[in-house]
């Protein structure tokens, strides 16, 4: 039996995040992946390798994702960068009208190099009409921190209050990640469903960033929900194979390194 996941996000040309990590993790998983783009990233090699972004436009993007799912029966999807408010518009009104059963999202507010203040909008738009769709979603300190409303998240304590103020916004699963920002030697992670928490904790793996991460974390969740995991086992497997694929990250002439999927990493 073939089990199919969709993704509708941005491409990132250099290849170490976006939709060419997901589809990437999609079949690393064996799992048949479609995609829908929703921006184009490609950073800029003689400027410091900032960010240059260009939207879709809505209604090319409204195609890809009729196209998609009128060729597949999909019931599982990942939601990466969306970007600006009428992509949000876009994409919000394609998960009211595909009723899928998981909608993974991965809430990017800015991505490296951008200004915080580019977000605000975004954040608002995201917030409304894609939050309260999700099934799971899956913010990173900066988004946790922005998504609830709490100053900083310094504590397991504090990650747990992230998670629950986000639940209150619609979404079933909240996966907060505490990242490189989080203080001490361990990345960790906390799931909520509602009622109870599960912490995910594993050693910090260098000091800086690798691209991709993020990415990789709610495309696992994605393909294992596929597959027909719960929720739980779907993030324990994501932050085992996330931590792994870190540890085995590629560098690049770009100053960053980016994960890498092992053939034995699963
Ligand atoms: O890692 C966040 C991210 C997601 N999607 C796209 C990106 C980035 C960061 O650069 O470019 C398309």
Redesign the pocket.
Known sequence: MVNYAFVI????ATG????Q?DLKTFQHLNVYGIGAI????A?DPKDNWN?R?VPVDAQVIANQIEAATAAHDLDVVKI??L?TPATIDTVATALEENKFKHVVL?P?LI???QEPGAALDTDTALRAKVLPQATVVTPNNFEATTLSGLEKLETVEDLKEAARLIHEQGPQYVVVKGGMDFPGENAVDVLFDGSSYHVFSEPKIGEERV?????TFAAVITAELAKGAEVVDAVATAKRVVTRAVQDAVASNAPFTSVWLAEDNN
């Not at 996000?9 to 990132?12: D, F, I, K």
């Not at 691209?211 to 990415?215: E, M, P, R, T």
């Open positions: 996000a941005g491409s990132e170490g995040a976006g939709i990590v929703t921006c184009l990233v950073f960010h972004f990466g960068m970007g991965d990017v991505c490296k190099g691209s991709g991460a993020g990415c």
